[in-house]
């Protein structure tokens, strides 16, 4: 009997020793833990959501907006009608297709997802089916008042794979701290009912909405150059164009517009190349409006003058193995320089290009903006890098000197043109005029980054520019009574190491009124089917475009 109360006192014991170890676990090693637990089961933390911040154009006139849309959700726990009875009520308002039926059959789920992006109409009749266990959520959408215009410059606003809202490419890329602003939270206490307790405290943190952008864009000179481009690619049979116009003497982005493009807002529809902006983010040869640029650094480095007579525009060009002709083969003997420009003379470009030298000729590259990006402020800016300085053989030198063998892209191309146009200044091309955020505004100031050329130098050129406009292969589309400067471009695509001679990238680049910018613009076309060169598909283009902004802008006639 004894021994037996023994062992039942020590079984006793060891079952205190166990309740107090696991007293000791639960309020001691586990207290922080389950503090934690319980606080969540009466405290509650709602995010409070923050709109995102708008765009206009230079005149204050929006291009993004936002508008209020809502999410149908389900609780199955609630539902009176049978999921297919249920799928036949929303099929109307159902643009893609029927809710997943097999979802509902879950018991345990309070919230399904149902039908999403819809406006407060469609809201109004989903209600009216008076069905129990439908909820919606109010969100704000991006809106664009002028559907797909600027699209590749715009961006987009997508989801970042974590269920938040980011914006991806242009502006809505590059800007996408500024815009998103911060979103807030509601703290409260709650019933084990889930009701608001009203003697308890609530502490909240208000949003912050996103900064608005104030843009350098004209909406009604991007318009206009929408339609044009969609015309000219049209007439032309070019498979891609892109126009980009700019203020010279500052590098305010006035237009930029490309096709094909996309609509932002169902930009999941469309092939994810389209959202890549082709004036940044694509690099070509730029053929013979990179003339302007290589006699620009023969002039600033004394080698050659305007009137100087080319001693070797005779005929075709040797070098090792490689013959160098003009573009229609014919040679013109005693050119000046600015006869090499007004025909676009390929074999007296060489000549300027090794008056200049490889080592020269890379050092000025460099100073126009070439071989690294612009840093304009859109996101996705890429830049075909140069040769090394060391690595320019006699026949990369000739090549480059005429605008093959070496890639830009168009907006390094606009930048580099700009500073002949302004009088020597390489300006950064920017976007955004001003961003305005809780109730005061910041002016962004341009940028000026270098000075390649003097004064001298660029009137010059200028004045060889103008040249090639009247006198050049173009001259019978150019507008009468104004005085442009500019140049037409032509080069081949390169494929699998050698160049496509059915296939060409033409363009054209100039500014007006020459004496006195008021834009420098580049058109170029892919490809074009009625014609391979640049003086009868991207000059006309051009000259075209030009004669809208006379009469938008009201600038007279030069003489």
């Known amino acids: ?23 000791f676990f639960w309020q001691v090693w586990e207290r922080k833990h389950l503090n934690t637990l319980a606080a969540r089961q009466y405290s509650v933390s709602l995010d409070v959501p923050t709109e995102r911040g708008k765009i206009f154009d230079q005149d204050n006139f929006p291009l993004v907006l936002n508008r209020p849309v809502f999410l149908l959700y389900a609780n199955p726990q609630k539902l009176k009608i049978s999921p297919k009875e249920l799928a036949e009520k929303l ?19 309070l919230w399904v997802p149902l039908i999403k992006d819809f406006g407060e109409e469609t809201k109004k009749k989903i209600e009216d089916l008076n069905v129990e266990g439908l909820g919606f959520e109010e969100y704000q959408k991006r809106f664009y008042p002028e559907s797909s215009l ?9 989801d970042d794979g974590q269920g938040q809202e980011k914006g991806f490419f242009g502006l809505e890329g590059y800007y996408d701290n500024e815009l998103r602003g911060k979103p807030g939270w509601r703290f409260f206490q ?10 308890a405290e609530e502490t909240e943190e208000k949003s912050v909405a996103g900064s608005n952008l104030f843009l350098n864009l004209d909406r009604s000179l991007q318009f206009l150059v929408e339609g044009r481009l969609k015309k000219g690619m049209a007439k032309y049979g070019a498979l891609q164009g892109s126009v980009v116009i700019a203020n010279p003497q500052n590098g305010a982005i006035l237009a930029m517009a490309s096709f094909p493009n996309y609509d932002q807002s169902q930009y999941y529809l469309f092939d994810p190349e389209l959202y890549r902006n082709p004036v940044i983010s694509s690099s070509f040869e730029p053929g013979s409006i990179f003339k302007v640029i290589v006699m620009a650094i023969g002039l600033e480095n004394g080698v050659v003058k305007p009137n100087d007579i080319c001693p070797s525009c005779r005929g075709p060009k040797t070098i090792a193995d490689y013959t160098i002709k003009t573009w229609n083969e014919k040679y013109y003997p005693d ?32 100073k126009f903006g070439f071989g690294k990006k612009t840093n304009i402020d859109l996101q996705g800016e890429i830049s075909p890098g140069l040769r090394g300085r060391k690595e320019w053989r006699e026949i990369d030198l000739a090549t480059a000197s005429f605008g093959q063998g070496i890639a830009v892209t168009p907006i390094q191309m606009l930048t580099a043109v700009s500073v002949i ?52 292969e173009a001259k019978w589309a150019r507008p009468e009574g ?35 910018p008021k834009f420098v613009m580049l058109v170029t076309l892919a490809e074009p089917k009625t014609s391979p060169w640049g003086s009868e598909t991207a000059a006309p283009l051009w000259f075209e475009i030009a004669n809208d902004i006379f009469r938008l802008w009201g600038i007279p006639p030069s003489y």
Request: hydrophobic share 40%; proline share 5%; glycine share 8%.
């Open 335 to 366: 050119s000046s320089m600015t006869d090499i420009i007004v025909h676009s003379d390929n074999v007296g470009m060489v000549y300027v290009g090794e008056k200049i030298g490889a080592s020269r000729f890379y050092e000025f590259l460099e």
């Open 91 to 109: 099929e109307l308002f159902n643009e893609n297709k029927k809710p997943d039926l097999g979802t509902f059959l879950d018991k345990t789920l």
């Open 482 to 516: 104004y005085k442009i400067a500019g140049k037409t471009g032509t080069a081949q695509i390169p494929i699998a190491g050698h160049y496509d001679p059915e296939k060409t990238i033409v363009s054209f680049i100039g500014f007006a009124p020459a004496d006195d």
């Open 190 to 199: 709650q019933d084990a009912l889930g009701r608001p307790m009203p003697i």
């Open 1 to 23: 009997m004894a021994k037996r109360i023994k062992w039942l006192s020590f079984l006793f014991f060891l079952g205190f020793l166990a309740v107090v170890a696991k007293l």
């Open 150 to 158: 600027s699209a590749q410059l715009l961006g987009f606003v997508g």
């Open 421 to 472: 146009a302004n009088g020597g200044t390489l300006y950064q091309p920017q976007v955004v005029k001003k961003i305005f955020e809780d109730n005061r505004s910041i002016t962004i100031d341009p940028i000026k980054k270098s000075r390649p050329i003097s004064g001298k130098t660029a009137k010059e050129i200028t004045t060889m520019m103008v040249q090639a406009v009247e006198r050049g």
